[in-house]
């Protein structure tokens, strides 16, 4: 997954892409499971209250891995200590 040039999942404003910029990449925890939007800043509370966002977190690369999950959130590690 690319960091830059997104569609933001909310607007879908193919003329101005999620860049490091003017938005984010982030995991969102809602009603239907987990998945990963690109918002720009100013779409992200109108796009967590449409689609009953329960949390919002930073989509961080991770440097040491080149498998398929190469990206994971802050919470993650949390959320794996928790569920063990």
Request: aromatic share 6%; net charge positive.
């Amino acid at each position: 997954m690319p960091t830059f040039g997104l569609i933001c999942s909310h607007c879908n404003d193919a003329a101005d892409a999620v860049t490091p910029f003017n938005g984010k990449s982030l995991l969102a925890s809602t009603s239907h499971g987990e998945i990963i939007v690109a918002l720009h800043n100013r779409c992200e509370g109108t796009w967590a209250d449409k689609n009953d966002c329960r949390t919002l977190v930073l989509l961080r690369k991770v440097r040491h891995s080149s498998h398929f999950g190469a990206f994971t959130s802050g919470a993650e590690s949390e959320r794996r200590r928790i569920n063990r």
